[in-house]
C-alpha cells in the first residue's frame, strides 16, 4: 500500500497502527494533570501522533529553573502560565488537533467536571493530595490513568489500565508522607519518563501491547537498566479495596 506524504505516513506504515488505528488515535481524549518535567515530552509525543483531543489543566507560571527539563518552554516564556504555553506549543505542533487548557488547580469540587469524559487520565498534582485524588477518580469512573514520574537520574511509567489492576495507592502506600516538595532531577530521565509515558498511552488507546500495569516500569539513566518492579494489588487499600 502507498501512503501520501502527509503527517502520519510513516506510523500508519506500521502493522499496528494503519489507518484503523490512526482514527482511533484521532478520537481519543487525553486530559494531563500538569505540564511540567515528564509532561513535556509525553504531551509533544502525543500531539505528534495525532491524539484527537487533548485538555491541560496547570494552574503553575514558568520559572527558569523549569527549562532544564521542561522542553515545552523558553526562556521568553518565563512568568507566563505554563497550560497556556503548552497549549501554544503543542498546536503549533499540529494544528490538526484540538487542544485546550485550565488554570484551576485539581480539587474534591472540581475534579469531576475537570476530568470526566476522557479516554485516558495522565495523573499528577502540585502534591499527594491531587494525586490521590486523580487516583480516586479514576477507579471510581473505571477510566484508564497513567503515571509517569522522575527523580535524581531514575524514572518510571505506572497503568492502571482496568478495574483489576492496582492502583497508585497500591504501588505508594506512603505516598502522602513522602512525595513533598521539590527533588534533584537529571532532565534526560524526565525525557525518557516522558516518552514511556507516552507510549503507554498510546498502546491504551490502540489497544495493543503490553502495559505496565501490575508493575513500575522502571530505568537508571546512569546505569542503563530497565527493570519491571512487581506491584500488587493492597487488601483493604483505602483507594481500590472496595473494588
Same mark, same amino acid.
Given at each position: 500500500? =502507498? ?18 488505528? =490512526?482514527r ?23 500531539a ?8 491541560i ?13 521542561q ?19 503543542l ?24 476530568l470526566?469524559?476522557?479516554?485516558v ?8 493530595? =491531587? ?19 522522575? =527523580? ?5 511509567v ?12 497500591c ?13 534533584p ?52 487499600c ?6
Amino acid at each position: 500500500m =502507498q501512503f501520501k506524504d502527509e503527517r502520519y505516513n510513516r506510523q500508519e506504515m506500521m502493522p499496528q497502527i494503519g489507518t484503523e488505528g =490512526q482514527r482511533l488515535l484521532r478520537r481519543a481524549s487525553v486530559v494531563s494533570v500538569g505540564a511540567g518535567g515528564v509532561k513535556s515530552p509525553l504531551l509533544y509525543y502525543l500531539a505528534a501522533a495525532g491524539v484527537g483531543r487533548i485538555h491541560i489543566i496547570d494552574f503553575d507560571r514558568i520559572e527558569t529553573s523549569n527549562l532544564n527539563r521542561q522542553i515545552l518552554y523558553r526562556s521568553h516564556d518565563v512568568g507566563r502560565l505554563k497550560a497556556e504555553v503548552a497549549a501554544e506549543e503543542l498546536l503549533e505542533l499540529n494544528p490538526e488537533i484540538e487542544v485546550t487548557f485550565s488554570t484551576e488547580r485539581v480539587d474534591d469540587e472540581n475534579v469531576e467536571r475537570l476530568l470526566a469524559g476522557y479516554s485516558v487520565i495522565l495523573e499528577g498534582g502540585d502534591g499527594p493530595e =491531587q494525586r490521590l485524588l486523580c487516583n480516586s477518580f479514576a477507579i471510581q469512573t473505571s477510566t484508564p490513568m497513567v503515571h509517569v514520574s522522575a =527523580q535524581y537520574g531514575y524514572g518510571y511509567v505506572f497503568t492502571m489500565a482496568s478495574p483489576g489492576d492496582p492502583c497508585l495507592q497500591c504501588a505508594f502506600p506512603d505516598l502522602p508522607e513522602n512525595r513533598r516538595g521539590p527533588v534533584p532531577v537529571w532532565g534526560v530521565s524526565t525525557g525518557l519518563a516522558g516518552v514511556l509515558g507516552a507510549n503507554e498511552v498510546l498502546k491504551i488507546i490502540l489497544g495493543k501491547g503490553d502495559l505496565a500495569s501490575g508493575y513500575l516500569f522502571s530505568f537508571s539513566c546512569f546505569k542503563n537498566d530497565f527493570i519491571k518492579v512487581p506491584i500488587d494489588r493492597i487488601r483493604g487499600c483505602p483507594a481500590c479495596g472496595s473494588r
